[in-house]
């Protein structure tokens, strides 16, 4: 009986050991996985970037004839020609500072061809603005000062070219191929306001040039300089239409905080 109970408790310690030998070759259990923080981004990394900065006008190879003539044939087809008489006879500019290049060529009507400048519905803006500067005294002190008529298309052409008329015309640039663009088809047609020395006048050098001059109009781009009617001025842009100005003529506009600031021109 002895015997008996020695045996049980042997082969009850040999299960107990054989069960800790099993649990200590088991495998440990995994460790919990832990997501380690980003390291902290700077300042700089974090800030939205910066706005996109206006891109300047494209350069551009000077003018060829040809291409001039191209350009001046998608508008007004056969009505007009280049006045060769005159030098220069065109001149390129970004005059409307929309950041594209403009170009102005002087023009003289076809032989044959008035009625078709003088169409009702042209497809260009046809202005005086030399007549508009030296309107009779009377209809200056009518209207408000420094007030210019705004073109009306739907009015009809209301300018009336002759066959011996000298015109400029400033087609408006379109993209960075400027005049050159097929599509570039916005047009001035100016009477009367062809002088001599006439030249391109960049914006930032007309900053410079007219620093402080009073009264002065707000200009949008690139000047036509030359001297007209005896007096040295410039054609300009004035967000619609195409002003002159010289010292002796121009009517001041009402004041205002941007007027005659030279540095806010734009």
Known sequence: MLAR????ASLSLVVVMGSVALCGCATPPAQPIIEQPSPPQSSEAVSSPPPPQPAAMPELP??????VQQAVKRIFKDAVVIDASRTPDFLVGDFNGDQS???AVILRPAEGKLSELNQEFPNWIAREPL????LPKSKVLARPA????????????????????????????????GWHDPQATQTHLLRDVVGTNMKTM??????????????????????????????SGFLHFMGGIYGWYDAKTYQAAAPGPAHGQVAGMR
């Open 62 to 67: 000077s003018p060829k004839l040809e291409e």
């Open 5 to 8: 109970k020695a045996f049980l």
């Open 131 to 134: 007549k508009e500067v030296l």
């Open 202 to 231: 960049r914006f930032q050098q007309a900053v410079k040039a007219y620093n402080g001059v009073k009264p002065f109009p707000i200009i949008y781009g690139d000047l036509i300089q030359q001297t007209l009617i005896g007096h």
């Open 146 to 177: 420094g007030a210019t008529p705004t073109p009306n298309p739907a009015a009809g052409q209301t300018v009336r070219f002759e066959q011996s008329d000298v015109v400029l015309a400033i087609i408006h640039g379109q993209g960075p191929m």
């Open 101 to 103: 290049q403009d170009l």
